[in-house]
């Protein structure tokens, strides 16, 4: 099982908030997280519910697609942290 996708289910059951930001490339991804309480999650795959993907260019204006479910493999998290430690 990837490490990524322990930390962030172990961080989500402490976390005050289950909206997670994500970097996946040079892409921010925020949502709500789908937890596996009860079991049904794939391994490795972290399950964002009403995603918003924002893509920025040097120069130019930001882009926005939002998902009602989004599934994201844990191997391709850069990094990530819950909305409720952002300042």
């Given amino acids: 099982m990837c490490k990524t996708f322990d930390a962030i289910q172990k961080l ?3 976390a005050e908030s289950d909206s997670i930001i994500i ?3 040079h892409k ?4 709500r997280l789908y937890t596996c309480d009860e079991g ?11 995603a918003v993907i924002e893509h920025c260019h040097r ?5 926005f697609h939002e998902f ?14 819950f ?5």
């Fill in 12 to 14: 989500a059951k402490k």
């Fill in 23 to 25: 970097w996946v490339g």
């Fill in 28 to 31: 921010k991804v925020s949502g």
């Fill in 40 to 50: 049904k999650c794939l391994d490795e795959v972290i399950t964002l519910q009403d």
């Fill in 59 to 63: 120069g130019e204006e930001c882009q």
């Fill in 68 to 81: 009602k479910w989004l599934n994201i493999p844990s191997h391709a998290i850069k990094a990530f942290t």
């Fill in 83 to 87: 909305k409720c430690c952002v300042k």
